[in-house]
């Protein structure tokens, strides 16, 4: 049984994936790192680094890493947690204003509702 984390190199990917690597570590169980960009984007903030990704993750866990060109975000991290028969996935979750949601959607909302599995919601520390 796979966890899955929907990770992106920003603060809130970071904690998502720390979260996710602390669950695998306890369940003993491979971690399967997804990455969702845009398709035919050349530049893209959403791209991870799989370099920057190996440097994140202690060598004690197993994980793969997998980048992802789709624009639906929570089709592919069902899809890959389908797959994978995932034990748990692990999300970054941030505030969202009502006009953010309607424009944009919410693929965390998606993930929640949708999944086969539990998810575990993470969010970004306060700092103060």
Do not use: W
Request: charged share 20%; glycine share 6%.
């Amino acid at each position: 049984m796979t966890v899955i984390v929907g990770y992106v190199p920003n603060p809130l990917g970071r904690v998502a994936l720390e979260h996710a690597i602390a669950e695998a570590a306890l369940r003993g169980a491979p971690l399967k790192i997804l990455n969702v960009s845009r398709p035919g984007a050349y530049v893209d903030a959403s791209t991870a680094d799989e370099a920057e990704v190996r440097r994140l993750v202690p060598e004690s866990v197993s994980y793969d890493f997998e980048q992802v060109a789709e624009d639906d975000v929570a089709e592919a991290v069902l899809a890959a947690a389908q797959a994978a028969s995932a034990s748990l996935i692990v999300i970054g979750l941030r505030r969202r204003s009502p006009v953010g949601k309607l424009i944009m959607g919410s693929s965390a909302q998606r993930i929640l509702l949708e999944a086969g599995c539990p998810v575990l919601a993470v969010k970004e520390p306060v700092v103060q």
